[in-house]
């Protein structure tokens, strides 16, 4: 089964700093994906960004840049220039087999990001 | 494009009652999930649905839970005899088959609370 590990329970950045968030992964396949979600208060998750594991490079979308390490099994998620409405949970999630073809996904425990003004 | 969709958002129940959930996916996603998500965790996978064929369900969906996508569009999730356990936000997943990485887009969740 997969595990995801997420160590920071609570980050607190100063606006227009970049931020990196911390995600651990434990796999035995060849073949996975990552994924990163932010929960506002709200309550949706908000799909942020996606890497699988034969992309030869980091997965980038506007400010959010994975960073990838394939042998440190570790899936960073780095914002930059980080912006008020960046306060959220961060989750760092994988793809799990399900019949069929189909994936659930596996989260981890999830950091709260504040930022200050 | 409209998203996934929830009903209700709040839900507050008195212990021993039946609740039932709507989820409103993507028109043209043929999966769906559910998963439910209790305080300072991590959304947990409950069931999955490929168009109207319940496929795979989690140990945590115990007998007082059932869910149903007739003709494979909106789902429902009722739990029968709601325990203060139960408390939690259900959240409602949608993918298409083929896509990036199959994502999973979820809706904004249902707040049920059981007193």
């Known amino acids: 089964a997969q595990k995801i590990t997420q160590t920071q329970p609570g980050m607190f950045v100063q606006e227009k700093e970049a931020v990196t968030l911390d995600c651990t992964y434990d796999?035995?396949?060849?073949?996975?994906?990552l994924f990163w979600y932010k929960q506002p208060s709200s309550g949706e998750m908000i799909f942020l960004i996606y890497q699988g594991s034969y992309d030869e490079q980091n997965a980038t979308e506007g400010r959010y840049s994975l960073n990838f390490q394939k042998a440190r099994k570790s899936a960073n998620l780095v914002i930059s220039a980080s912006q008020l409405g960046d306060s959220a949970m961060y989750f760092c999630?994988?793809?799990?087999?399900?019949?069929?073809?189909?994936?659930?996904?596996?989260f981890g425990q999830g950091t709260r990001l504040t930022i200050n003004p | 494009d409209t998203g996934v969709s929830q009903n209700p958002r709040h839900k507050i129940t008195k212990r021993g009652q039946n609740v039932t959930f709507r989820c409103d996916p993507i028109s043209e996603h043929n999966r769906l999930y559910w998963y439910r998500q209790t305080l300072g965790q991590g959304p947990e996978f409950l069931t999955y649905?490929?168009?109207?064929?319940?496929?795979?369900k989690s140990r945590l969906l115990s007998d007082r839970f059932s869910a149903e996508r007739p003709k494979g569009s909106f789902s429902t999730l009722e739990i029968q005899r709601t325990e203060q356990g139960d408390s939690a936000m259900y959240l409602c997943?949608?993918?298409?088959?083929?896509?990036?990485?199959?994502?999973?887009?979820f809706g904004p969740g249902t707040r049920l609370l059981v007193l």
């Open positions: 649905f490929q168009n109207e064929a319940q496929l795979e």
């Open positions: 796999t035995s396949d060849q073949s996975y994906g």
């Open positions: 999630a994988m793809r799990e087999a399900l019949i069929q073809g189909a994936q659930k996904l596996v």
């Open positions: 997943a949608s993918s298409p088959v083929r896509g990036q990485g199959e994502t999973q887009y």
